[in-house]
């Protein structure tokens, strides 16, 4: 049984407010907004961490994705920052991978 949170609202079993949606990916905003635009972008197949691929053609395809939503929302030219969290250092807490694309504010680096 798979009780991952992403696969579950990639397979319709819960609900999700999605931005886009192709055969390998679905992107969505996140549930708790920390830019006023955020974002995820999830591969359709469970890999729960970026240690867990070699796939750099899905991988490249979550960036674009996340450029093309950036650019089709308006807010690529203020910019925006893409981001993914891997393991607990990382602050991942979902173990599906997922990029994490914020923007419509001015960013702080480096993130705490
Ligand atoms: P992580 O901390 O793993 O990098 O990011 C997980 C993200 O998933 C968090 O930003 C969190 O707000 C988001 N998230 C967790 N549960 C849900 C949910 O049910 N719906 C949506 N849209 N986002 C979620
Ligand atoms: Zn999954």
Avoid at 84 to 96: D, I
Wanted: hydrophobic share 40%; proline share 4%.
């Amino acid at each position: 049984m798979n009780d991952c949170l992403f696969c579950k609202m990639i397979n319709g079993d819960i609900p999700v407010n999605k931005i886009y949606e192709d055969e390998n990916v679905l992107a969505f905003y996140d549930i708790n907004l920390q830019a006023p635009h955020h974002f995820l972008v999830i591969p359709k197949i469970h890999i729960k961490t970026l240690n867990d691929t070699d796939d750099a053609k899905l991988l490249g395809k979550l960036i674009l994705t996340a450029s093309c939503i950036a650019k089709e929302l308006g807010f690529s030219d203020g910019g925006y920052r893409v981001v993914m969290n891997c393991n607990e250092q990382g602050g991942q807490t979902v173990y599906h991978i997922h990029l994490h694309c914020l923007g419509g504010r001015a960013l702080t680096w480096p993130p705490g």
